[in-house]
């Protein structure tokens, strides 16, 4: 706002030649309103604390950055640490499940194996003629099923072991996992909360505080200038020195105040000098508003840079808390760690153990199921062998049959050649020569010796011939 010598407060002579004096009425309107300009003393006032609270916000906010990479440098990896002991759990796991897998894969064919057979010899009814007492009785009524059922239930709670074992461990990574998650979870809130604080623009909000507040001051004091400048107008003009209290009296008392403060006797000027101070007075008078209202905006956009700033610095803080946090549940579970790890230890030893229990009770069903394979296979081979037999029997009967009869047709050849022989020549031989010249031939006879003790019992011919049919198929 210009002053009385200011270059921009010259004019020609001949426009303030030109020019008319300003009624003491402009005069006192001047005062009034240059008096309540003042008012903007309070938005100055409110700069220089705006500027006193985000200066420490600042180096808090230079502080906490700092800070902040320390803590996710040392977050990071204390997680990659964790992330790795993680990782050998579940290793183990994975390793065992695909074990347990396997066995339970082998199992199962294990046991449809032996349902297989056990239904083979369920199915399989025992011939009449191979019971002491005939009935409906099946090879299975030969063996000990429950042997089996026995078995199996071992091997199912063996398989009961292992899950519960899994869910222990599966509970302890569980806990593990959900500590990790937490911590990633605080470590993601950290980095996001930072990557929202921009540095450079907060140094540069508060750079452009520190413009406003002086640039406001400076406005501010060309008001307190051309007030100055009112009042010794005033007071040089006849009356003025009334009319300077009345409009006083009429103002607010904060401002009336700020004027009694200010109050100087006024100095005796020239006419000239009077003249050239109203003009002054009057120029300057019509810039007032526009410099109340650009130091009000500085005001208002000084606020709105200050919520900036405390904003960058509170989200700083939230970024901070959340590291803390992350740095705190790290020391929470890696207190917890020889528990995790510990977890991981039973339970590799437990498997270790129940595997071993699996391998000894599938070793015992095998075994059962080749005894009743091998029992299968034998009363099919009895079948097979009662009808070789019986077929050896019926060979050996019908050569005998044969032989009888030749035996027999020779011995009546015999008999006609003998009696022939008598005819002939038996009147001229005497008794006493050879008695047993008259004696009939002698007579063969073919018998079975030890039949009870070789007795061969009846097969039908469809049960040998199943047995033949499940003797190729087994192989």
Known sequence: MPQPGDDRSDTSSDDGSADEEPSFASLVSHFVAAKRSLSSTGHVWRANEIVAIAKPCLENIVHMDARMGFLDGMIEKHLRHLDNIRHGLETIKINVDEEFKEYLKYLDNEHIQVKEITDTLRSTIVEDSLQIKPGESSLLDFVNEGGVEEQM???RECIDHVNEAQRD??????????????????????RSSGEDCDFTKTTTLFRSLEAHATEMADLLQSLVRHYDLCVSA????????????????ELPDDLAA?????????QSLTDEERVE???????????????????????SEMEAQLVGITGQESILKDSSFASKEAINLIESIEKSLPQFINASSVFDSRWHEIKQRIDEKMAELKGMYDFFADFLTAYDGLLVEISRRKASRSKMEKIAREAISKINDLYDVEVERREAFRSEHGEFLPRNLWSGV???????????????????????????????ARSFKSK
């Open 153 to 155: 239930g071992m091997l």
């Open 169 to 190: 461990f599966d509970e302890s990574n569980t806990t593990f996992d959900r500590d990790l998650e937490q911590i990633h979870d605080k470590l993601e809130m950290a």
């Open 234 to 249: 005033l007071k040089n003009t006849e009356g003025g020195g009334d009319a300077v209290q009345q409009a006083e009296r």
């Open 258 to 266: 700020f004027s009694n403060e200010r109050a100087e006797s006024p």
């Open 277 to 299: 101070l109203i003009r002054v007075v009057d120029k300057d008078a019509g810039e007032v508003n526009d410099v109340v209202n650009e130091i009000a905006a500085r005001s």
């Open 438 to 468: 008259d004696h009939s031939p002698a007579k063969f006879d073919l018998q079975i010796r030890d039949k009870d003790e070789d007795r061969i019992p009846e097969v039908s011919r469809e049960a040998v011939q199943r047995a033949i």
